[in-house]
């Protein structure tokens, strides 16, 4: 058994939205996520997708998208992207109830594997695309929700923490933020996160041990569309 993690698969099989537009690496990026993924990920594995998993703007244009996703080995844990507008946050339940046994939903809950508890929520930081007080109130929103998830794993007896974000944890140029205080207010030892693409948002974050915490950039063209092991 192993946990993996990878995020912004990008899907679109049911609407028109080519990923190599982006870059090269992008070309065919659908079957190097399918190639590796079944390389690495075994069926007793489980593997957090941090979120960006289809172009589908509802759940009928996803469907294909999610079916992929599912298909792929082992236990799949998905979070939610700044892109998945199939997903209402406040619907959560009902795609866990929709595709229950099949794939989860991580958002205002947790999951486990071994001793550990999986929590986290999108995130948000600021990239100067909206105004500081709209950034402000969404972050202050999803810092809400990481700690819902946080709690409920904490209730019910879970002391080891892995985080997982789709936003990189700190806007560029912050040293702190709330999701890294939150992180080292329960102890998180890893904190998982994707959503910068290309060579020149590599580096907008955190990589590697921050004040004893393990931080991980898993966006799919990051890792060369090779899930990542966690644990």
């Known amino acids: 058994m192993a946990l993996y993690a990878m995020g912004d698969f990008h899907l679109s099989f049911t609407v028109n939205k080519p990923m190599d537009v982006f870059g090269s690496e992008w070309k065919n990026h659908v079957r190097k996520i399918e190639k590796y993924w079944k390389k690495y990920v075994k069926e007793t ?12 703007r509802n759940l009928d244009e996803c469907r294909e998208d999610l079916k992929f996703i599912e298909d792929l080995p082992g236990r799949k844990i998905l979070l939610r992207g700044n892109h998945d507008m199939f997903w209402d946050a406040k619907k959560t339940e009902r795609l866990n109830s929709l595709y229950e046994g099949k794939l989860s939903f991580l958002q205002n809950n947790f999951y486990t594997y071994e001793d550990y508890a999986l929590v986290g929520t999108k995130g948000y930081c600021y990239e100067g695309k909206d105004s500081y007080e709209h950034f402000e109130k969404i972050r202050d ?20 923490f892995v ?3 789709h936003y990189p944890p700190t806007s560029i140029g912050e040293t702190e933020s709330g999701f890294t205080k939150m992180a080292q207010e329960y102890g998180a030892e890893q904190v998982v996160y994707s ?9 907008d974050s ?11 950039l898993v966006s799919s063209d990051y890792l060369r569309f090779k899930p990542e092991r966690i644990l």
């Open 45 to 56: 594995d489980t593997a957090v997708i941090t979120g960006d998993h289809s172009w589908g």
């Open 163 to 165: 985080m997982f974000l």
């Open 195 to 203: 959503h910068c693409h290309g060579k020149a948002r590599y580096d």
């Open 141 to 160: 929103r999803e810092l809400v929700r990481l700690r819902t998830s946080f709690e409920a794993a904490r209730s019910a007896g879970y002391r080891k």
């Open 206 to 216: 955190f990589h590697g041990e921050v004040d004893g915490i393990i931080y991980h």
